[in-house]
């Protein structure tokens, strides 16, 4: 199970408890890139830039995705790059689920966090950056989950469609 979606829509929250509920290891991949790199996020993008997250990002999720049936929670840019997002659509080992909320309830739980470099363009530049990734999310899933819900809720119907649809 692989689990998308812009900031604040619970990936790392409800992937965790889902995680718990199918009795399988749970990876996010904002927290393993920081263990390999031995840098927080808003410092590899101070020093290298958010092009060079994104290098980074996108080699991570190509050497884990293939390799663990952990659940994976991926950053909210994982779908930047088409290479990754064919990754995700065409891999055999994850069902890929897109977390989706309306983007002022995703802004309302994470305007506050310093840890996520992205927001400091402001409100309107995230706004419009919420609206350019949604396509690029639902062409690269193969569920798409309403995460408007409880975390508990959004989890427990990520682990019916996990056991009736999954891989
Ligand atoms: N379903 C939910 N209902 C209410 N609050 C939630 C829900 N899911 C997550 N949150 C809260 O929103 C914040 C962000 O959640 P989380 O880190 O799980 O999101 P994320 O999708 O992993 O974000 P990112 O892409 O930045 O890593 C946290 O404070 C979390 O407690
Ligand atoms: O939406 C984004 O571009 C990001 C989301 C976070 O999960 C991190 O991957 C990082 O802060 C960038």
Redesign the pocket.
């Known amino acids: 199970m692989i689990l998308t979606?812009?900031?604040?829509?619970?990936?790392?929250?409800?992937g965790r408890r889902v995680a718990e509920l199918l009795g399988r290891e749970f990876i996010d991949l904002?927290h393993y890139i920081v263990e390999s790199e031995g840098r927080t996020i808003p410092s590899i993008f101070e020093s290298d830039g958010e092009s060079g997250f994104r290098a980074i990002e996108k080699a991570s999720l190509k050497k884990i995705i293939n390799s663990t049936d952990a659940v994976i929670?991926t950053?909210?840019g994982i779908i930047t790059y088409e290479e990754s997002r064919n990754l995700l659509k065409d891999n055999e080992h994850h069902t890929v689920y897109y977390?989706s909320a309306p983007f002022e309830l995703l802004y309302e739980?994470?305007k506050d966090d310093e840890n996520?470099p992205m927001l400091k363009q402001g409100y309107e530049a995230v706004s419009a950056l919420y609206e350019s990734r949604a396509p690029f999310y639902e062409e690269s899933c193969h569920y798409t989950v309403d995460?408007a819900?409880?975390?508990e809720e959004?989890a427990g119907i990520l682990l019916a469609l996990e056991n009736t649809g999954g891989k």
Not at 5 to 14: E, N
């Open positions: 979606g812009f900031m604040g829509s619970g990936k790392t929250t409800v904002d929670s950053g909210g977390l739980r994470i996520r995460a819900l409880s975390a959004t």
